[in-house]
């Protein structure tokens, strides 16, 4: 499966501080809402180019329907992906790599296997690793696999809203597959209380991208609604996430860095496309020639 964010409803228009009451603990729902930023093309401008300079290897393990475009996206930017997605090596590859993704998208009792034993594996070497949960919610077994990872400590959460409210607890909040039902302000609280809560960074994909630590929020305005219109680009992204967390010791800025450096890439090459088809391949060729200029002129 891959995960397709839903255009929002909204208009891209700036929002205002998101109203959280308070609480006397001051933690989980109702706590005191953190500050919301805009996110830094300086800082996207950074990452990439440490991507460049240093090619990191991604582990990904993701799904059957977005491997090849995964791929591709992360050699346009300059790092090396590989796919190691079996139970008798995952773990020794997670070892040497330097950033691990975990993509629920087509999951097999095998690759559960295998994605415990690389999830494991990294922790113990102290790589990065980053946790797409493709449609969870709409489907018990891999929600349930879900909940299980969280306690092994991804860097980054990254999933539509609907697959956010999910992972925070909302029993009410399924996708349609892999798709959301949710915009991603609607989840943006849960996503928030999800960071706290498991002392990790929260990405949520859409019409804007919001990425939280808990204890601020960075908002991403670029992008085109064409990014829905090509599958694995949302998972895509969380392999690109991958990649920056390999560079950039802050995951909250390399999710950030990731989610600008993409959706700008997508702006450049909507311009350069009659259609999906075309979109898909103009997307790679913008990522690969992506630079400092675009950057700054498109989210600075």
Not at 31 to 38: C, F, I, S, T
């Amino acid at each position: 499966m891959a995960a397709a964010p839903l255009p929002e409803p909204e208009s891209r228009e700036m929002g205002g501080e998101h109203a959280v009451s308070q609480r006397p603990d001051g933690t989980g729902r109702g706590a005191l809402a953190p500050p919301r930023v805009r996110a830094s093309a300086d800082d996207a401008i950074r990452v990439l180019d440490e991507l460049r300079r240093r090619g990191p290897l991604v582990h990904c393990m993701t799904n059957i329907v977005v491997a090849g475009f995964t791929a591709n996206v992360l050699l346009a930017v300059g790092a090396s992906p590989a796919m190691v997605e079996n139970s008798e090596e995952s773990a020794e590859f997670a070892q040497v790599a330097d950033a691990v993704l975990v993509n629920l998208g087509t999951l097999s009792p095998d690759k559960v296997t295998a994605m415990r034993a690389a999830v494991a594996a990294a922790a113990r070497a102290g790589t990065p690793w980053v946790l797409d949960p493709v449609a969870v919610g709409a489907l018990a077994y891999r929600t349930r696999f879900a909940t299980e990872l969280l306690a092994s400590g991804p860097a980054v959460i990254r999933g539509n809203p609907s697959e956010i409210l999910s992972l925070a607890g909302v029993t009410d909040s399924a996708g349609r597959g892999v798709d959301s039902t949710s915009g991603s302000r609607d989840a943006l609280e849960r996503a928030i209380e999800l960071a706290r809560r498991q002392g990790t960074t929260v990405a949520v994909s859409g019409a804007i991208d919001y990425i939280t630590d808990g204890a601020v929020v960075l908002d991403v305005r670029t992008g085109h609604e064409m990014m829905t219109r090509v599958t694995g680009v949302g998972c895509a992204l969380g392999a690109l996430v991958s990649a920056c967390c390999a560079v950039e010791r802050s995951p909250l800025l390399a999710a950030s860095a990731a989610t600008t450096i993409l959706t700008v890439a997508a702006e450049v090459a909507v311009k350069r496309s009659e259609g999906p088809g075309s979109f898909a391949v103009s997307l790679l060729d913008a990522l690969y020639r992506l630079d400092s200029a675009a950057l700054r002129t498109h989210a600075g």
